[in-house]
């Protein structure tokens, strides 16, 4: 069975601090993917990034960063120099296709509020 | 480009009735998945329809019920609903299956 763990439920930063979200994944699968999800106030879930299982390289974009590591099975992402538009609902999610079905899982989710 | 368009924006039904749920990908995406998200967590999978075939199913009843037309848009239905039916139903368009996913805004439905 397929499963995403994120224990943080919610943190709080100020603004310019840097913040990193667990992201926790059990998969029996070889083959997989793993994703980040942001969900502002609005409510509209927006992509951040994506990996494949193969691919552990690990990924700066500006501001974010993303640390894969099959060896815990885990997935962070780290937002340095937090800012109060960085507010929103993190969702890591992980999906692979297993016996010819596909199954896409999200976790929890991780509220991140950036105080000013 | 249009991003993935969902209809209506919000609906009351209730308990027993039926609803259709309507979504338009991303044009040139293929596959479509729909998702339930209930308040404080996180989507829950329902369906992923590629090529009009269904690709995935997530754990739902079989009062859940989707399908994908020769455009790519898709429906998603849901017969008998139950008070715990109730949330934000998720469409997510994407190249291909495994691709990452474009969601739209959601539909709020409410069953009284």
């Known amino acids: 069975a397929q499963k995403v763990t994120q224990a943080q439920t919610e943190i709080s930063v100020v603004e310019k601090e840097d913040v990193t979200l667990d992201c926790v994944y059990e998969t029996r699968d070889t083959t997989y993917y793993l994703f980040w999800y942001k969900q502002p106030p609005s409510g509209e879930l927006v992509f951040l990034i994506r990996r494949n299982s193969f691919d552990e390289q690990n990924e700066i974009s500006g501001r974010y960063s993303w640390n894969f590591q099959k060896s815990t099975s885990s997935f962070n992402f780290t937002i340095t120099a937090s800012q109060v538009v960085d507010s929103a609902v993190y969702f890591c999610?992980?999906?692979?296709?297993?016996?010819?079905?596909?199954?896409?899982?999200f976790g929890t989710g991780t509220r991140l509020k950036v105080l000013a | 480009d249009a991003g993935v368009t969902q209809s209506p924006t919000h609906l009351i039904k209730t308990r027993g009735q039926h609803v259709t749920l309507r979504c338009s990908p991303i044009s040139g995406h293929k596959s479509v998945s729909w998702y339930q998200q209930v308040l404080g967590q996180g989507p829950q999978f329902i369906f992923q329809?590629?090529?009009?075939?269904?690709?995935g199913r997530g754990n739902f009843p079989d009062r859940f019920s989707a399908r994908q037309f020769p455009n790519y848009s898709s429906e998603l239905n849901v017969n008998a609903l139950l008070l715990g039916d109730s949330a934000l139903y998720l469409c997510a368009s994407s190249p291909k299956s495994t691709n990452e996913q474009f969601f739209g805004p959601g539909t709020r439905l409410t069953v009284l």
């Open positions: 329809y590629y090529e009009k075939e269904e690709r």
């Open positions: 999610a992980l999906s692979a296709t297993t016996s010819g079905t596909y199954k896409y899982i």
